[in-house]
């Protein structure tokens, strides 16, 4: 984070912008930062095509095309400061117009993907049932990565097989399968009490030195497995939550209903699934009928 305590220095000192611009400047480049954070990207390492997936990214998530073109601007203008500096070679968001940045369909995997990706961890040692359960959280109930670290052990109600996520005053109430419910259950019974440091300890997933789960540690599961199980989609945390939101859309669900489980605050950023759905029966269409 030094860069961006850097650039906050330089925006308060040299450029005397005003609070509500730094304010702004520095909140689009925090969201920025856990982007790549997750993806396991440091910030001197962003390339032009990783700023296009971001704003693709942005878009698809409902943002508008003017909110994303004051994302990437703030990034120009932090990446022009690090140029100056010599602190990266080239500006990444240079060019980048979002505008012309199409909205990318989230890639999604199919029930058969899902059932293989979620069958790799070797549930014979404590790892691999941590893991497990983690997976099978995150596709039962379509969970950002943020929210699932962010998961303390009292946020799960097994006996009534629902889970509680989000902030005070947005919690939502999300059900859970019974594979998952039993996958929690092994976890918290014979892995988490190994794990911790003691009963103080109040983060549902930990890592192996018994501290709460971050990002980039649960970005290096996820593609461990993604290797393992030999998919050659793209996998990401947020490919489960997509995956998760199609496949329920594809068997009967309304779209409010999706909405609420995913915390979307607008229907619109909801309704890209029910693209995704279109797109496929396209797909389907295209390849099967004898005259298409």
């Given amino acids: ?21 730094r304010s702004s400047y520095l909140r689009d480049l925090r969201q920025f930062s856990a982007y790549c954070g997750e993806r396991g990207i440091a910030l001197e390492d962003v390339t032009a095509e990783i700023v296009e997936q971001y704003s693709r990214h942005l878009l698809s998530r ?29 500006d990444p968001a240079k060019g980048i117009v979002p505008g012309k940045v199409t909205r990318k369909l989230p890639q999604i995997l199919t029930s058969k993907e899902v059932e293989l990706f979620l069958e790799q961890p070797d549930r014979t040692d404590p790892k691999g049932i941590r893991d497990h359960a983690m997976l099978e959280l995150l596709y039962a109930t379509g969970i950002r990565v943020s929210e ?23 919690e939502r109430i999300i059900p859970l399968y019974a594979t998952a419910v039993k996958a929690l259950e092994r ?7 190994q794990l911790i440091d003691g009963p103080q300890e109040e983060a549902l997933f930990v890592n192996m030195n018994g501290g709460r789960m971050s990002r980039q540690g649960f970005w290096k599961i996820i593609k461990h497995y993604q290797e393992k199980a030999g998919i050659q989609k793209e996998i990401t945390p947020h490919t489960l939550r997509h995956s998760f939101a199609a496949h329920l859309l594809e068997n009967g669900a309304d779209l409010r209903s999706i909405q609420e489980m995913l915390g979307h605050a607008d229907i619109s950023s909801t309704q890209i699934y029910a693209q995704v759905i279109k797109q496929k029966l396209k797909d389907v269409y295209i390849k099967a009928h004898p005259r298409a």
């Fill in 1 to 21: 984070m030094e860069y961006l305590e850097a650039y906050e220095q330089y925006l308060r000192t040299e450029k005397r912008a005003s609070e509500n611009t």
């Fill in 187 to 193: 976890y918290l019974k014979e892995v988490r009490p």
């Fill in 148 to 170: 699932l670290i962010a998961l303390d052990v009292n946020s799960l109600n097994l006996t009534g097989g629902f889970l509680r996520c989000g902030a005070p005053g947005k």
């Fill in 62 to 90: 409902g943002r508008s095309v003017s909110t994303v073109t004051r994302a990437v601007a703030s990034l120009r203008s932090f990446y022009g400061y690090l140029l100056r500096r010599g602190w990266v070679r080239d």
